[in-house]
C-alpha cells in the first residue's frame, strides 16, 4: 500500500520520469506533479555518495518549494543493471525530462531516439544550457551565465553602474516554465497523432524570449537598448518615486491615465506643460518628468499617494520585502502559500501555482521526499520481489 496520498487532478493520468537537477529540470516537473502527474524523481544510492546537485540542503527552502508533490527512487545509472531498469520505468511512463550536458543521455543509451524505440508515444524533455548541438552544446551552462548572454544584465541596473543580475533565477526558471509549455503541447499533439516527440529547451533560449519588447527592439528597430534602472524604457512616466516615507511604484504611460495621475497628485499644471503634452514628448523628457512627479510625491506617505491613486484609477502599488508580500490581503485573499506537513519539519508553507483552474485545480499533496523514500514502493509496481530489492540495494543497484 502507498504511503503517497491519491493523485488527483488534470495531468493524474500521466507517468513523469524525472532525471533533472538543480533548478530548471525541476521547475519544470514541479509545474506537471502539482497537476497530479505521477512523478518518479530519480536519484543516486546514498552509498555512491553524489549529492545529485543538493548537497545537505535538502531540507532547505529550495529544495522544499521544487520537489514536493513527487516520489524519489534510487537508482544507479552507472550501472547496467540500473538502466534496465530506468528503462523499464520509461517504456511505462509518458514523459522523461533531463537536463544532463547533451551528450551524457547518448552515453548512457537514454536518449529519445533510443527510448523511443520501445515506447513510440513518449515525450522526452531535455533541458541544456546553450542548445542539444552547435558551437557551445557541451559548456556547461548557468543562470547568472545565461543572464548575460541573453541580454538581461544588460538592460538591468542604473545607467553607468555595470551590468546587473535580475535577482532571480530568471533563466533557469523560464527554461524550466517553457520546458512544461513544450510537453503539454508536445502530450496534445500525441492525442492526433499517436506519438511522442523530442522537446528541447535551452537556458538562453528562454532568456532570450523573455526579453520580449526589448529583444523585438533590437530585431525590428535595430535600438540596442540600455540599462534604465527603476524607470521604464518605453513606458513614461513608469517608475520608482519617493515619498515622505518611503517609494512607490506609478505607471501612467496612457494619456489618459496621466491626465489622471496629474490631477491626483495636485499637479494640474504639468498636463500642460508642452514638454509633458504626450507620450512622444515625455519619452524624450523622462528624467525631467520623474523628477517633477518626484516633488509632489515625497510630500507625502506611501499609504496617502496609493489610496489618492486608486480612487483616481492610477497604476501604481507599494514597494514590498518578503515578509511584507505575504502579509498583503491580496496575496493572502488569492492564497499563493501554500500550507504542506512535512514529517521532519512540521507544517510548512509553499509557493503554490500562479493559475488556476475553475474545476480541476491544482495541489501540494506531499513535501519533497527523502532520498529514495519510495524506491521499494516504485520496484514493486515494475514486479520486483522483496529478495531482488534487498539484493540490487545490497549491489548498490538502487
Known amino acids: 500500500m502507498s504511503n503517497t496520498p491519491a493523485r488527483r487532478g488534470p495531468l493524474s493520468r500521466f507517468t513523469v520520469i524525472d532525471l533533472s537537477r538543480v533548478r530548471a529540470g525541476p521547475t519544470c516537473v514541479r509545474q506537471l506533479a502539482d497537476w497530479g502527474a505521477d512523478?518518479?524523481?530519480?536519484?543516486?544510492?546514498?552509498?555512491?555518495?553524489?549529492?545529485?546537485?543538493?548537497?545537505?540542503?535538502?531540507?532547505?527552502?529550495?529544495?522544499?518549494?521544487?520537489q514536493r508533490n513527487k516520489r524519489s527512487m534510487t537508482l544507479n545509472l552507472k550501472d547496467p543493471e540500473g538502466i534496465a531498469i530506468l528503462r523499464k520505468l520509461t517504456d511505462r511512463a509518458d514523459v522523461v525530462v533531463e537536463n544532463f550536458r547533451p551528450d551524457v543521455k547518448f552515453r548512457l543509451g537514454i536518449d529519445y531516439k533510443s527510448l523511443k524505440k520501445t515506447n513510440p508515444r513518449l515525450v522526452y524533455a531535455s533541458i541544456s544550457g546553450f542548445?542539444?548541438?552547435?558551437?557551445?552544446?557541451?559548456?556547461?551552462?548557468?543562470?547568472?551565465?545565461?543572464?548575460?548572454?541573453?541580454?538581461?544584465m544588460a538592460v538591468t541596473g542604473e545607467p553607468g553602474r555595470g551590468p546587473m543580475r535580475a535577482g532571480i533565477a530568471?533563466?533557469?526558471?523560464?527554461?524550466?516554465?517553457?520546458?512544461?509549455?513544450?510537453?503539454?503541447?508536445?502530450?496534445l499533439e500525441r492525442e492526433v497523432s499517436g506519438e511522442g516527440q523530442w522537446v528541447q529547451v535551452s537556458l538562453l533560449e528562454a532568456m532570450i524570449a523573455m526579453l520580449d519588447f526589448q529583444a523585438?527592439?533590437?530585431?525590428?528597430?535595430?535600438?540596442?537598448?540600455?540599462?534604465?534602472?527603476?524607470?521604464?524604457?518605453?513606458?513614461?512616466?513608469?517608475?520608482?518615486?519617493?515619498?515622505?516615507?518611503?517609494?512607490?511604484?506609478?505607471?501612467?504611460?496612457?494619456?489618459?491615465?496621466?491626465?489622471?495621475?496629474?490631477?491626483?497628485?495636485?499637479?494640474?499644471?504639468?498636463?500642460?506643460?508642452?514638454?509633458?503634452?504626450?507620450?512622444?514628448?515625455?519619452?524624450?523628457?523622462?528624467?525631467?518628468?520623474?523628477?517633477?512627479?518626484?516633488?509632489y510625491t515625497r510630500?507625502?506617505?506611501?499609504?496617502?499617494?496609493?489610496?489618492?491613486?486608486?480612487?483616481?484609477?492610477?497604476?501604481?502599488?507599494?514597494?514590498?520585502?518578503?515578509?511584507?508580500?505575504?502579509?498583503?490581503?491580496?496575496?493572502?485573499?488569492?492564497?499563493?502559500?501554500?500550507?504542506?506537513?512535512h514529517p521532519k519539519l512540521g507544517d510548512i508553507k509553499l509557493v503554490g501555482?500562479?493559475?488556476?483552474?475553475?474545476?480541476?485545480?491544482?495541489?501540494?499533496r506531499s513535501p519533497a521526499p527523502e532520498r529514495g523514500e519510495?524506491?521499494?514502493?516504485?520496484?514493486?509496481?515494475?514486479?520486483y520481489s522483496d529478495e531482488q530489492i534487498a539484493e540490487l540495494r545490497r549491489r548498490i543497484v538502487i
Open 39 to 66: 512523478v518518479i524523481k530519480i536519484e543516486s544510492p546514498e552509498g555512491l555518495n553524489v549529492s545529485d546537485g543538493w548537497g545537505d540542503n535538502r531540507h532547505g527552502p529550495d529544495f522544499q518549494n521544487l
Open 131 to 152: 542548445g542539444q548541438d552547435g558551437p557551445y552544446a557541451k559548456l556547461p551552462g548557468f543562470d547568472q551565465v545565461a543572464q548575460g548572454m541573453g541580454g538581461l
Open 170 to 187: 530568471v533563466a533557469d526558471s523560464s527554461a524550466g516554465n517553457y520546458c512544461a509549455m513544450g510537453i503539454l503541447t508536445a502530450l
Open 216 to 295: 523585438a527592439r533590437w530585431l525590428v528597430r535595430n535600438e540596442v537598448p540600455e540599462q534604465a534602472g527603476n524607470d521604464h524604457p518605453t513606458g513614461i512616466p513608469t517608475g520608482v518615486f519617493p515619498t515622505a516615507d518611503g517609494y512607490i511604484n506609478i505607471a501612467s504611460n496612457a494619456q489618459p491615465m496621466w491626465e489622471r495621475l496629474c490631477k491626483a497628485l495636485g499637479a494640474e499644471e504639468l498636463i500642460h506643460k508642452p514638454e509633458y503634452k504626450d507620450r512622444a514628448a515625455r519619452a524624450k523628457n523622462r528624467v525631467a518628468c520623474h523628477r517633477d512627479i518626484g516633488q
Open 299 to 341: 510630500r507625502k506617505p506611501s499609504a496617502c499617494w496609493l489610496k489618492a491613486f486608486a480612487d483616481a484609477s492610477v497604476a501604481s502599488g507599494p514597494i514590498y520585502k518578503m515578509n511584507e508580500v505575504f502579509a498583503d490581503p491580496q496575496v493572502q485573499h488569492l492564497g499563493i502559500a501554500k500550507p504542506v506537513k
Open 353 to 364: 501555482q500562479a493559475f488556476r483552474l475553475s474545476r480541476t485545480p491544482s495541489g501540494i
Open 374 to 383: 519510495h524506491t521499494d514502493e516504485v520496484m514493486h509496481e515494475l514486479g
